[in-house]
């Protein structure tokens, strides 16, 4: 079983950044994908960034503004936000996969304000 722990939103303004993270933690040799997904209030859940040992994928609204890396060592998986805009205030969750079986974080707020 694998626990997640995300941290790093809150409120920000146009133009700023944040930092998000997620750690993971429990019984499992490493995590074999990990990523980020967001969603918007009354929409539905939403790809943005995953990294996997191929290399990363963005989602096309996020390429150039966001990075995401992780930290093997620490089973812990980052998400840069850069030049923040309105549209990407959402909850932001976690994923991870282990062994093909997919867990999620309990979601952390961004809101960016105009």
């Known amino acids: 079983q694998v626990q997640l722990v995300e941290s790093g939103g809150g409120l920000v303004q146009a133009g700023g950044s944040l930092r998000l993270s997620c750690a993971a933690s429990?019984?499992?040799?490493?995590?074999?994908?990990m990523g980020w997904y967001r969603q918007a209030p009354g929409k539905q859940r939403e790809f943005v960034a995953t990294v996997t040992s191929d290399g990363a994928n963005y989602a096309d609204s996020v390429k150039g503004r966001f990075t995401i890396s992780r930290d093997p060592a620490k089973d812990t998986v980052y998400l840069l936000m850069n030049s923040l805009k309105p549209e990407d205030t959402a909850v932001y969750y976690c994923k991870v996969v282990i062994r093909g079986a997919a867990a999620w974080g309990q979601g952390t707020l961004v809101t960016v304000s105009s």
């Open positions: 429990g019984s499992f040799f490493r995590c074999d994908d």
